[in-house]
């Protein structure tokens, strides 16, 4: 299994600090699709930085190859209604096993 990370960020300025309706709903069930992906023993961390302007989010997670991961990304709710925009990368956390070692 391979490590992922996409950076994620709102697609409208001014996300962060005011939401539609439309978009808190988008955005809760992002919430709920993290926590599915965490139950299933894919998700690693996520999070967001705590600013309005620059914000942007990182998920990281596990997936057996790329388009596994790819399909992960667009799955994201907040992705795949346009909320956020998404880049994808492979990743290493830094601390587990072999990752200390390249």
Do not use: C, H, N
């Amino acid at each position: 299994m391979s490590q992922w990370i996409y950076r994620i960020e709102p697609t409208r300025p001014g996300l962060v600090g005011s939401r539609t309706d439309e978009e808190s709903s988008v955005l809760a069930e992002r919430a709920g699709y993290l926590r599915a992906l965490k139950d299933a023993g894919i998700l690693i961390l996520a999070g967001r930085t705590r600013v309005e302007e620059g914000a942007f989010g990182v998920t990281v997670f596990e997936a057996p190859d790329e388009a596994s991961a790819r399909a992960v990304m667009r799955t994201d709710p907040a992705v795949s209604a346009g909320v956020m925009r998404a880049e994808l990368y492979p990743y290493a956390v830094a601390g587990s096993g072999d990752a200390l070692d390249d």
